[in-house]
């Protein structure tokens, strides 16, 4: 063969280690997905329910494409592929809808790494038990930061008042304007359910307070395991993981795992003042740095002139007191 006779086929090309084929940046639309919400996540795999159908329940994985997108309980998704819903079928999520609330906690003050708890839920039970374990105020007043930062209205559902004759815990946040319920094992579930009613909510709270038992009550077929509360005043994890579960008139409940702590390492003092409408224009007057805690840190708080509102200013400050704090007592460490 003559030298110029040779042309670039005649040329043997090495291909790299990644492979010869040049990598595409146009990703297929998936015009053909349905919307599904994510109930529950396991290790890779995610429960979801097309169309908020509870009888149409599938598996599904993460499309390549979404990387390391975090997918939690509460999502709305978009899935493609294997929608049966039959043993052993896997689908795939392909997009995450952009979320309308968020529940957000850091392990604790000092964890850059915030962790989403749900995705678009209304309403925030913050479950306490009046007794065994006591209550904490702390921990409530933090559930409240996270509920009133993420757009989730604050709940307080107290159970096991059995115990306790006369208890004035939930005074404590009468000016905050906090819905308070109960849920313990004898109490009715009417206030409880009509909260509930067609809507996507989610209950937290601190491990042996009763949320299993409240969720049962609800929800007949949850099945979920409940425990009782050891010798040391600590309650044992009986839920591993968030659940969405359908309640039978309407709507969804999640229950998540017992927390030993809830930090707010993400949350500044002003995200918690935005979070009032009645105080948010306030802050405009305030100096740079101001903390909105008052005399003697914040001698020229703004939030001290609003005549008619010091109660109000209080309640929030001590919501502002436990962001501040470090103390496992205020974070909800058992």
Known sequence: MKRREYDESDVRVRPGRRGSRPRTKNRPEHLDAQSAMVTAVDRGRWGCVLDGDPDRRIVAMRARELGRTPIVVGDQVDVVGD?????????????????????????DDTDPFERVVVANAE???????????????????RAMVAAYVGGLRPVLCLTKDDLVAG??????????????????????LEPVRELLHD?????IGHSGVGKSTLVNRLVPDALRAT?????????????????????????????????????????????????????AEAIDDCPRGCTHLGPPADPECALDGLEGRQRRVEAVRLLLVALKSNDPWMTGHS
């Open 123 to 141: 309403q925030l039970f913050i479950v306490v038990a009046l007794a065994d374990p006591p209550p904490r105020t702390g921990f409530v007043e």
């Open 199 to 203: 809507s996507l909510s989610c209950l």
């Open 83 to 107: 929608l049966t819903g039959k043993p052993d079928s896997l689908a795939r999520i392909v997009r995450v809808a952009e979320r309308t609330t968020v529940l957000r906690r850091t392990a």
């Open 227 to 279: 425990g009782e509360v050891s010798g040391v005043g600590k309650g044992r994890h009986t839920s591993t993981q968030s659940v969405a579960f359908p309640l039978p008139d309407g709507g969804w409940i999640i229950d998540t795992p017992g927390v030993r702590s809830f930090g707010l390492a993400h949350i500044t003092p002003d995200d918690v003042i935005m979070a009032f409408a009645d105080l």
């Open 167 to 188: 208890s004035d815990f939930a005074a404590e946040f009468a000016d905050l304007d906090l819905t308070i319920v109960h849920g313990g094992r004898d109490d009715p």
